[in-house]
């Protein structure tokens, strides 16, 4: 029996009964439903493909419901996207309508960034592409200088280096996409950004309040994650854990990525 199981997130080329069964032939072990993207409605149907796909092909597939996690992004520019040069000086506002950006300023999704950051903070937008440092706070706006220029567009992730945003793991969205997924019967919920075992314990909580029995898996992409008390404290908690390199790269830096990894699965042993 194989120990390493396959996850396969789906997307618009495998919303498909026959492209399902080719999968699950092929040897996947469990299906990712992304709720970032997608109603309620279209989620019922990808989990009933997947279900009748996998009976017809007489293998059990696992299904776990990918909770989105805080949105801490740019909003819009007015024209899709900018670029900014090294040196010059560009806003981050908190109450910027969300489509009024330019080469000057922009909104935020996350409207309580301006409290969680303090002047000579590091902020990396992009998955690190372009480099901010904060100058100062002028209440709802954020003033820094870019460090690292270039283009950005819409939507881009922002990390404060270093870690210590005070967002929670679970929104109100997320709530109300677990309902979802308890409802459809989810073996695993997957929550972002864990700050710590409270907040496995919440999402069980909340399962089992919707009469649900998921099991629950932690992303490790926050630093505050990978103490390692902290860390053993969600791996005993939750009933796995998930690597989430991209934004975890962002915040410990790439190099200490592979390390990192290594000690999670260690503790995870």
């Known amino acids: 029996m194989?120990?390493?199981?396959?996850?396969?997130?789906?997307?618009?080329?495998?919303?498909?009964?026959?492209?399902?069964?080719?999968?699950?032939?092929?040897?996947?072990?469990?299906?990712?439903?992304?709720?970032?993207?997608?109603?309620?409605?279209?989620?019922?149907?990808?989990?009933?493909?997947v279900r009748q796909a996998a009976k017809e092909e007489g293998k059990i597939v696992g299904i776990l419901a990918d909770l989105q996690g805080p949105k801490i992004r740019v909003a819009k520019f007015k024209n899709g996207k900018i670029f900014l040069k090294e040196n010059a000086e560009f806003v981050l506002d908190a109450v910027l309508a969300k489509d009024a950006g330019d080469e000057n300023v922009v909104g935020i999704d996350y409207k309580e960034l301006p409290q969680d950051v303090k002047p000579e903070d590091v902020l990396l937008l992009d998955d690190g592409r372009v480099v901010l440092v904060v100058k100062k706070i002028d209440g709802t706006r954020i003033i820094c200088r870019v460090q690292v220029g270039g283009e950005l567009s819409n939507n881009k992730g922002i990390n404060r280096q270093g870690g210590g945003l005070s967002a929670g793991a679970l929104t109100d969205k997320d709530r109300e996409d677990l309902k979802t997924a308890v409802s459809l019967k989810a073996d695993y919920v997957a929550i972002s950004f864990v700050r710590s075992k409270d907040d496995v314990e919440e999402t069980k909580a909340l399962i089992a309040k919707e009469g649900g029995n998921a099991g629950v898996i932690a992303k490790i992409e926050r630093i505050e994650a990978m103490v390692p008390d902290v860390l053993k404290g969600i791996i005993k908690s939750s009933d796995g854990i998930m690597v989430a390199r991209g934004d975890l790269g962002?915040?410990?830096?790439?190099?200490?990525?592979?390390?990192?990894?290594?000690?999670?699965i260690d503790c995870a042993a």
């Open 2 to 49: 194989r120990r390493t199981k396959i996850v396969s997130t789906l997307g618009p080329a495998s919303n498909s009964l026959e492209v399902l069964r080719k999968m699950i032939a092929a040897g996947v072990d469990i299906v990712r439903l992304n709720f970032s993207h997608g109603t309620p409605d279209e989620k019922k149907s990808l989990v009933t493909l």
């Open 250 to 264: 962002v915040e410990i830096g790439d190099a200490e990525v592979p390390a990192a990894q290594k000690f999670m």
